[in-house]
């Protein structure tokens, strides 16, 4: 169990990492912080609420019943997630970098 936890947990940091990256790329430091807040924030309600919904299955269906009902649950989320990523992929190109020479760095009105 522990094993699977810290695997999983290196997962979900990699992912974090990779996502955070992915959507800064180009912007100011400024843009760059301000973003950075707001996906922290839904990243870290977004975990709070699968867990207390994992509680709620827990109690209405028992352990290994909960354990069923939420895993299936985050499997049709993450199929979902995947497939939004990957229609995203095909209808947009990657937005070029600016070389931090050519970027505002006291950028405060956006």
Known sequence: MLLGTVIGGIGQAGGYRVALAYITVGLTPI???RVAATFSA???SGAGVMVVLDGIAGQLAGTIGGAVV??????VMSAIAIALVLRRARSTAMP???RPADRETADTTS
């Open 70 to 75: 939420i895993g299936v649950v985050y499997a």
């Open 42 to 44: 839904f990243a870290y």
């Open 96 to 98: 070029a970098v600016a």
């Open 31 to 33: 843009q760059q912080g």
